[in-house]
Protein backbone atom coordinates (compact mmCIF):
# COMPACT_ATOMS: atom_id res chain seq x y z
CA UNK A 1 0.00 0.00 0.00
CA UNK A 2 1.34 3.27 -1.20
CA UNK A 3 1.35 6.29 1.50
CA UNK A 4 0.59 8.81 -2.14
CA UNK A 5 -1.88 8.07 -3.90
CA UNK A 6 -2.16 8.89 -7.45
CA UNK A 7 -4.62 10.21 -9.66
CA UNK A 8 -5.39 9.75 -12.41
CA UNK A 9 -3.02 7.00 -13.33
CA UNK A 10 -3.20 7.41 -17.29
CA UNK A 11 -4.09 10.45 -18.82
CA UNK A 12 -4.61 11.53 -22.66
CA UNK A 13 -5.11 14.84 -24.04
CA UNK A 14 -4.68 17.01 -27.41
CA UNK A 15 -2.18 19.77 -27.89
CA UNK A 16 -3.19 22.68 -26.49
CA UNK A 17 -5.82 21.15 -23.71
CA UNK A 18 -5.69 21.50 -20.03
CA UNK A 19 -5.10 18.66 -17.16
CA UNK A 20 -4.97 18.42 -13.46
CA UNK A 21 -2.97 15.64 -12.09
CA UNK A 22 -3.81 14.40 -7.88
CA UNK A 23 -1.30 13.33 -5.57
CA UNK A 24 -3.73 12.39 -1.98
CA UNK A 25 -2.94 10.91 1.61
CA UNK A 26 -4.28 10.22 4.59
CA UNK A 27 -0.82 11.17 6.14
CA UNK A 28 0.77 14.64 6.76
CA UNK A 29 3.72 15.78 5.10
CA UNK A 30 6.69 17.96 5.69
CA UNK A 31 7.33 18.39 1.74
CA UNK A 32 6.24 17.34 -1.08
CA UNK A 33 8.14 17.29 -4.31
CA UNK A 34 6.70 16.41 -7.92
CA UNK A 35 9.09 14.82 -10.36
CA UNK A 36 8.95 14.27 -14.37
CA UNK A 37 10.19 11.25 -15.81
CA UNK A 38 10.41 10.75 -19.17
CA UNK A 39 11.44 7.22 -20.91
CA UNK A 40 14.64 6.03 -20.38
CA UNK A 41 15.59 8.66 -18.26
CA UNK A 42 15.54 9.15 -14.28
CA UNK A 43 13.04 11.34 -12.48
CA UNK A 44 13.95 14.93 -12.73
CA UNK A 45 12.49 17.46 -9.84
CA UNK A 46 10.10 19.99 -10.74
CA UNK A 47 9.41 21.75 -7.54
CA UNK A 48 9.10 21.67 -4.14
CA UNK A 49 6.15 22.41 -2.17
CA UNK A 50 6.82 22.85 2.27
CA UNK A 51 3.92 25.35 3.00
CA UNK A 52 0.26 23.87 3.37
CA UNK A 53 -1.61 26.27 0.74
CA UNK A 54 1.39 26.75 -1.03
CA UNK A 55 1.22 27.49 -4.67
CA UNK A 56 4.22 27.38 -7.08
CA UNK A 57 4.27 28.45 -11.14
CA UNK A 58 6.86 27.02 -13.39
CA UNK A 59 6.01 28.71 -17.17
CA UNK A 60 2.46 26.24 -17.93
CA UNK A 61 2.76 24.46 -14.79
CA UNK A 62 0.63 25.59 -11.14
CA UNK A 63 1.41 23.27 -8.20
CA UNK A 64 -0.56 23.16 -5.03
CA UNK A 65 -0.01 22.03 -1.83
CA UNK A 66 -3.41 21.06 0.19
CA UNK A 67 -3.72 24.06 3.36
CA UNK A 68 -3.18 20.82 5.85
CA UNK A 69 -0.35 19.56 3.75
CA UNK A 70 -2.25 16.04 2.79
CA UNK A 71 -2.08 16.39 -0.70
CA UNK A 72 -0.96 18.24 -3.71
CA UNK A 73 -1.44 18.80 -7.44
CA UNK A 74 -0.21 19.55 -10.99
CA UNK A 75 -2.32 21.74 -13.06
CA UNK A 76 -0.79 22.02 -16.95
CA UNK A 77 -2.30 24.82 -19.13
CA UNK A 78 -2.07 24.54 -22.84
CA UNK A 79 -0.47 21.22 -22.24
CA UNK A 80 2.29 20.60 -25.24
CA UNK A 81 3.41 17.23 -26.76
CA UNK A 82 6.87 18.25 -24.64
CA UNK A 83 4.66 17.60 -20.98
CA UNK A 84 4.52 13.95 -21.59
CA UNK A 85 5.85 11.51 -19.07
CA UNK A 86 5.30 10.22 -15.98
CA UNK A 87 4.68 12.83 -13.18
CA UNK A 88 5.72 11.65 -9.79
CA UNK A 89 4.72 13.04 -6.53
CA UNK A 90 6.69 12.40 -3.52
CA UNK A 91 6.74 13.52 0.23
CA UNK A 92 8.94 13.56 3.12
CA UNK A 93 7.34 13.18 6.55
CA UNK A 94 9.88 15.69 8.10
CA UNK A 95 12.53 17.61 7.07
CA UNK A 96 15.13 15.12 8.34
CA UNK A 97 13.27 12.71 6.80
CA UNK A 98 15.81 11.01 4.20
CA UNK A 99 13.28 8.35 3.00
CA UNK A 100 11.05 10.07 0.36
CA UNK A 101 7.46 8.32 -0.35
CA UNK A 102 7.09 8.27 -4.01
CA UNK A 103 3.56 7.70 -5.65
CA UNK A 104 2.46 5.56 -8.14
CA UNK A 105 2.87 8.07 -11.19
CA UNK A 106 0.50 9.29 -13.78
CA UNK A 107 1.31 8.97 -17.21
CA UNK A 108 0.89 11.76 -19.34
CA UNK A 109 0.65 11.89 -23.12
CA UNK A 110 -0.07 14.95 -24.99
CA UNK A 111 -0.75 14.48 -28.82
CA UNK A 112 -0.03 17.03 -31.46
CA UNK B 1 28.30 18.98 -13.96
CA UNK B 2 27.89 15.60 -15.49
CA UNK B 3 24.81 14.40 -13.37
CA UNK B 4 24.75 10.78 -11.47
CA UNK B 5 26.13 8.36 -13.77
CA UNK B 6 25.20 4.64 -13.54
CA UNK B 7 26.42 2.36 -15.99
CA UNK B 8 25.50 0.13 -17.73
CA UNK B 9 22.47 1.40 -18.96
CA UNK B 10 21.60 -2.22 -19.96
CA UNK B 11 22.27 -5.41 -18.69
CA UNK B 12 21.07 -8.80 -19.89
CA UNK B 13 21.76 -11.71 -17.64
CA UNK B 14 21.30 -15.83 -17.22
CA UNK B 15 19.46 -16.81 -14.17
CA UNK B 16 22.09 -17.61 -11.24
CA UNK B 17 24.76 -14.95 -12.65
CA UNK B 18 26.07 -12.57 -10.85
CA UNK B 19 25.80 -8.63 -11.42
CA UNK B 20 27.13 -5.10 -10.44
CA UNK B 21 25.75 -1.48 -11.62
CA UNK B 22 27.49 1.05 -10.81
CA UNK B 23 27.12 4.60 -10.03
CA UNK B 24 29.21 7.86 -9.65
CA UNK B 25 27.09 10.92 -8.08
CA UNK B 26 27.54 14.44 -8.20
CA UNK B 27 30.18 15.42 -6.45
CA UNK B 28 29.83 17.21 -3.12
CA UNK B 29 26.87 15.35 -2.25
CA UNK B 30 26.83 13.52 0.73
CA UNK B 31 23.77 11.07 0.42
CA UNK B 32 23.29 8.43 -1.96
CA UNK B 33 19.94 6.27 -2.60
CA UNK B 34 19.66 3.24 -4.59
CA UNK B 35 15.85 2.90 -6.01
CA UNK B 36 14.13 -0.10 -8.15
CA UNK B 37 11.41 1.02 -10.71
CA UNK B 38 8.86 -1.60 -11.80
CA UNK B 39 5.26 -1.59 -13.23
CA UNK B 40 3.91 -3.34 -10.33
CA UNK B 41 5.47 -1.57 -7.40
CA UNK B 42 7.06 1.87 -8.95
CA UNK B 43 9.55 3.52 -7.07
CA UNK B 44 11.47 1.34 -3.95
CA UNK B 45 14.22 2.38 -2.09
CA UNK B 46 16.52 -0.54 -1.64
CA UNK B 47 19.41 1.25 0.41
CA UNK B 48 20.50 4.82 1.98
CA UNK B 49 23.83 6.05 2.43
CA UNK B 50 25.46 9.46 3.89
CA UNK B 51 28.84 10.04 3.98
CA UNK B 52 29.69 6.97 2.71
CA UNK B 53 28.08 5.18 5.39
CA UNK B 54 25.01 2.75 4.74
CA UNK B 55 21.99 3.99 7.40
CA UNK B 56 19.05 2.23 6.03
CA UNK B 57 19.31 -1.05 3.94
CA UNK B 58 15.70 -1.60 5.11
CA UNK B 59 14.48 -1.85 1.74
CA UNK B 60 17.38 -4.71 0.25
CA UNK B 61 14.90 -7.41 -1.11
CA UNK B 62 16.97 -10.27 -0.08
CA UNK B 63 20.58 -11.61 0.90
CA UNK B 64 21.54 -11.69 -2.84
CA UNK B 65 21.15 -8.25 -2.75
CA UNK B 66 24.41 -5.87 -1.60
CA UNK B 67 25.36 -2.37 -1.55
CA UNK B 68 28.67 -0.53 -0.80
CA UNK B 69 30.10 2.82 -1.65
CA UNK B 70 33.74 2.78 -1.00
CA UNK B 71 34.49 6.13 -1.19
CA UNK B 72 32.50 9.30 -1.80
CA UNK B 73 32.41 9.15 -5.43
CA UNK B 74 31.45 5.82 -6.43
CA UNK B 75 29.09 3.18 -5.12
CA UNK B 76 27.93 -0.40 -6.40
CA UNK B 77 24.66 -2.76 -5.98
CA UNK B 78 25.63 -6.27 -6.60
CA UNK B 79 22.99 -9.29 -6.97
CA UNK B 80 24.15 -12.34 -6.71
CA UNK B 81 22.28 -14.75 -8.21
CA UNK B 82 20.16 -12.76 -9.94
CA UNK B 83 16.76 -14.24 -10.95
CA UNK B 84 14.29 -13.12 -13.22
CA UNK B 85 11.84 -11.31 -10.45
CA UNK B 86 15.12 -8.72 -10.02
CA UNK B 87 14.65 -7.75 -13.30
CA UNK B 88 13.63 -3.67 -13.60
CA UNK B 89 15.46 -0.10 -13.63
CA UNK B 90 17.72 0.64 -11.51
CA UNK B 91 18.15 3.78 -10.16
CA UNK B 92 21.23 6.08 -8.24
CA UNK B 93 20.01 9.07 -6.81
CA UNK B 94 22.27 11.57 -4.62
CA UNK B 95 21.80 14.62 -2.69
CA UNK B 96 23.30 17.59 -0.84
CA UNK B 97 21.60 16.48 1.96
CA UNK B 98 19.39 14.04 3.62
CA UNK B 99 16.83 16.12 4.52
CA UNK B 100 13.41 15.08 3.80
CA UNK B 101 13.07 18.56 1.13
CA UNK B 102 16.47 18.17 -0.57
CA UNK B 103 15.95 17.10 -4.04
CA UNK B 104 17.37 14.19 -5.68
CA UNK B 105 19.29 13.78 -8.68
CA UNK B 106 18.53 11.03 -10.36
CA UNK B 107 21.04 9.22 -12.90
CA UNK B 108 19.37 7.57 -15.88
CA UNK B 109 19.17 4.21 -14.35
CA UNK B 110 20.39 0.62 -15.39
CA UNK B 111 17.33 -1.55 -17.05
CA UNK B 112 18.45 -5.08 -15.75
CA UNK B 113 16.71 -8.03 -17.76
CA UNK B 114 17.55 -11.66 -15.88
CA UNK B 115 16.17 -14.45 -18.09
Known amino acids: TQLLEQSPQFLSIQEGENLTVYCNSS?????LQWYRQEPGEGPVLLVT?????EVKKLKRLTFQFGDARKDSSLHITAAQPGDTGLYLCAGALSTNDYKLSFGAGTTVTVRA | DAGVIQSPRHEVTEMGQEVTLRCKPISGHNSLFWYRQTMMRGLELLIY????????DSGMPEDRFSAKMPNASFSTLKIQPSEPRDSAVYFC?????????????FGNGTRLTVT
Open chain 1, 27 to 31: SVFSS
Open chain 2, 49 to 56: FNNNVPID
Open chain 1, 49 to 53: VVTGG
Open chain 2, 93 to 105: ASSLMSAGNSPLH
